[in-house]
């Protein structure tokens, strides 16, 4: 085949997400280290266990992206690759593929991508690949419009638990100390790769409604784009955001998903991250 996608599985994707004799697919897993006890994010369901984990111990749980040897061993059966990661700020998932990148037979021939967000963001991505793809589009040129799709993304999240993004630091002490200290639920978003506060809201249901205007004024235009509600152990309030954001909206279509192991990790129990 004449193109391969590779995403790590901070996508929230399968190896059979795409099903197409054009175009490859493939995952490379992130690894979670939980008391002792590693956790590949591969394509075993393992949300309920990392959950149960979780919570059943105090010492400090870790995650690492996926080797070298990984994606290099991955990069293989095409003659282009396409190789979009979990924002650099948050993993070394993109050095670790651009290291496997600078070890390919034909460097010039893999385009590596950090998506400077997470989950649905990358699914989005994938999507606008294939479609770059189909039109006949140069390597060159699905590089540089697949750069200027990645700078169009967004992403909201809020999150019930925020104990291993506080634990890990990957997210901002203040917004930890307002999640737990003071009952506040922060309506957060990605910029360039960082996490940051959008509001700060008292109630769950009072940050979702915030969440769905927020997404008008991120996003102007949504005729044409794709929204996707990925959440853990929260299909209700996922169902809602999709209902709301159906309403107010024009998205061509609006995934709700479940989020997998690596980002049920992060977000934990009740967490919803809308990424258009």
Known sequence: MKYKIIVDSSSNLTKDYLKDDEVGFDVAPLILNIAGKEYVDDEVDKVDEVLNALNSTKVKATSSCPSTGCYLEKMSGATYYIVITITEKLSGSYNSALVAKSMHETPENVFVLDSKLVCGAMRILVNK?????????????????????????????????????????????????????????PLCYGEDGEIKIKAKIRTFPGVIKKLVVEIGQMCKETKDRICVISHTCNEKFANEIKELVAKAYQFKEIIVEKNRALCSFYALEGGIIVSF
């Open 129 to 185: 690949a294939v479609e770059f793809i189909k039109k006949g589009m140069s390597f060159e040129d699905i590089q540089e419009n697949l750069t200027k799709e990645r700078d169009k993304g967004n992403l909201l999240f809020v999150l019930d638990k925020f104990d291993n993004f506080i634990k890990s630091g990957r997210i901002n002490k203040l917004v930890g100390f307002l999640a737990t200290k003071l009952a506040i639920k």
